[in-house]
């Protein structure tokens, strides 16, 4: 029997309205936070005396409710337990409420879905008809009417159906944590299992650099606190939501690890998802020479961070804040080799090296003004995860990967080097003027000698200048040690 049919035998007559577009969603799609209505506050007139509230009636069953927050929402407790957030305390809107419930149950009657009592109905009333889920309190999951392709409800593709679970677990506790004051409490071993994953992932992000819990040190322990509070008064609505947001994140954290599956995540470094290897291309080759290899750095650690294409806000963190340390300096370097070059104008000099190092030196001084006010709003505690992965996310390139991001963020330190190359040419041009070619030549070579035994001796990957026949000799010697 379809829709309108029943729509029918519930009514008993046919209803031309768009009663009948029934339609199913997840818990993260009931647009609590995005409705857009106004108050309309207004002078009312006092009366003398003690004044009570005016009641508001609700049928048989029914009860309001307040979340935390501050959102009214109604639940009915009865053999098909409901709750929805419209506001039912007008007569219009109750009808259209209890038309959509008892057309729901008149499917389930239809399809021999038993209600249990552990069953909750969860129903949002559209402009074009209504919206629902279920959930089961006893298995801690969302469930529909009807078979439903994943990707229509907007889930992630899985692996297995145990990894399926995890999300509908997820799904379950933004239920709770939407409409925690009606369930009358959780079972304090809801608390005492929470309170385990946080010990172990507060021991976890203190032992371990590639820790894939989501929370820090500082918010576990904070986490662990509020807890150990909650504990105590697992009947409080206010508390059943805590302890919901907190479950919520396990489970989100557990579907993208793929907790329990055959694959699973173990290090926040490692990547379990296939991604085609990017081939390395001339444009790394020419970024890699024009920054002084600097965009290698950048472009590894980038990487790092956006493994699977995951974030974790606890390690873009520092990265970022040593990012803006070093657009800061390079600001300050390029602003001090462009005040070098008033000394140009009082000695005779190349024309075309001036232009060419102050040139680079302006733009090294743009470009990290530039990052500093792009990054700083990612930087601070008021930035989140979610942030950052949406900013990664439109940055990073299918072909390039973030090579690109990484020679714009290597920028300001590489074009303040060549600022000072074509500065030391032009000194020479200078130099040589003044006391003569040879001892300019003579001088130009002791720096550059001095540069490269500096850049080889503090250097991991430089090229190596030992002959080869010392090198041998030099490795025979340690062995035999």
Request: proline share 5%; with cysteine.
């Amino acid at each position: 029997m379809d829709a309108l049919a029943l729509s029918e035998k519930v009514i008993g007559h046919h209803d031309d309205s768009p009663r009948v577009n029934l339609r199913p969603i997840t818990a993260l799609a009931t647009g609590r936070y995005e409705k857009c209505t106004y108050a309309t506050p207004r002078s009312v007139v006092l009366v003398p005396g003690f004044q009570n509230p005016i009641p508001h009636y609700l049928p048989p069953q029914w009860s309001a409710h307040t979340h935390p927050e501050g959102q009214l929402y109604f639940h009915r407790n009865s053999a098909l337990r409901v709750t929805t957030d419209a506001h039912i305390y007008t007569p219009e809107i109750l009808d259209n409420v209890l038309f959509w419930v008892k057309l729901i149950e008149a499917i389930l009657e239809e399809k021999n879905i038993p209600i249990l009592p552990t069953i909750e109905l969860f129903v949002l009333i559209e402009e074009t008809g209504c919206a629902y889920y279920f959930i089961d309190h006893g298995s801690r999951s969302q469930f529909w009417l009807d078979s439903i392709q994943s990707e229509d409800l907007g889930i992630p593709d899985v692996v297995s159906p145990s990894h399926l679970s995890l999300y509908l677990e997820y799904l379950y506790w933004t239920h709770i944590e939407h409409f925690p004051m009606h369930l009358g409490g959780l079972p304090v071993k809801v608390v005492k299992d929470l309170l385990c994953v946080l010990s172990h992932g507060l021991t976890d992000q203190m032992t371990s650099q590639t820790s894939t819990f989501f929370y820090t040190q500082k918010e576990c322990a904070q986490f662990i606190k509020i807890l150990k509070l909650a504990r105590e008064n697992t009947a409080d609505g206010h508390q059943v939501c805590v302890i919901a947001r907190l479950w919520r994140q396990v489970c989100d954290n557990r579907f993208v690890t793929h907790y329990g599956q055959e694959t699973s995540r173990l290090g926040r470094d490692q990547a379990i998802l296939y991604d085609p290897p990017q081939s390395s291309s001339r444009i790394s080759a020419v970024a890699r020479f024009i920054t002084f290899t600097m965009s290698d750095a950048y472009l590894a650690k980038l990487n790092d961070l956006f493994v699977d294409r995951l974030v974790y806000f606890s390690q873009w963190q520092p990265f970022i804040r040593r990012c803006l340390q070093g657009w800061r300096r390079s600001f300050w370097s390029a602003f001090a080799i462009i005040m070098l070059h008033g000394f140009l104008f009082f000695v005779p000099c190349e024309p075309l090296l001036a232009i060419a190092s102050a040139s680079f030196a302006c733009t090294s001084l743009f470009t990290s003004v530039v990052l500093v006010h792009r990054y700083d709003r990612l930087e601070t505690d008021d930035a989140c995860a979610h942030d950052v992965h949406e900013h990664l996310t439109a940055l990073y390139s299918t072909k390039h990967g973030f090579q690109f991001v990484a020679l714009s963020y290597a920028i300001p330190s590489a074009l303040q080097l060549w600022a000072l190359v074509f500065l030391a040419l032009n000194a020479m041009v200078v130099l040589s003027g003044m006391v003569g070619t040879c001892c300019a030549v003579g001088s130009g070579l002791f720096v550059a000698v001095v540069l490269i035994w500096f850049l080889q001796t503090t250097s991991e990957s430089s090229l190596n200048f030992i002959p080869q026949a010392l090198r041998r000799e030099k490795l025979e010697h340690d062995m035999s040690m």
